[in-house]
């Protein structure tokens, strides 16, 4: 079971913030300019980032923690994961903020 503790911690990182979609209607998933906007520089940054720091042992992850399921030769599927779900957790939380303030974002009129 210990080999799903990081897919664990995202699915209640996204399940703490989804009902904001649903309940708040806060628009994320609707808005997929923005959100691809949002995530695709995140995941380019942090695979680089992610690489650089393997390939010279600065990190590892923990194989007992992890599915064993590795992308492009040295990212655990969990760690492409992360890059995905936490912008979005970010953004929910964002437009529900903003949904309850009732306020606009910079590239809205």
């Known amino acids: ?8 911690v995202l699915a209640f990182i996204l399940f703490g913030t989804v009902w904001l979609e649903i309940i708040l209607q806060a628009r994320v998933l609707r808005k997929l300019k923005r959100l691809v906007l949002t995530i695709t520089p995140v995941v380019i940054l942090f695979v680089i980032w992610d690489y650089y720091a393997i390939t ?3 990190w590892f992850f ?41 306020e606009k974002a910079g590239d809205e009129k």
Request: zero cysteines; a negative charge.
């Open 1 to 8: 079971m210990s080999k799903f503790s990081y897919l664990g």
């Open 62 to 102: 923990d194989e007992t923690k992890v599915t064993g399921i590795t992308l492009i030769g040295f990212l655990p599927l969990e760690e492409l994961l992360f890059f995905i779900i936490v912008p979005i957790a970010a953004l929910l939380s964002f437009e529900a903020v903003r949904s309850i303030k009732q």
């Open 56 to 58: 010279n042992n600065h």
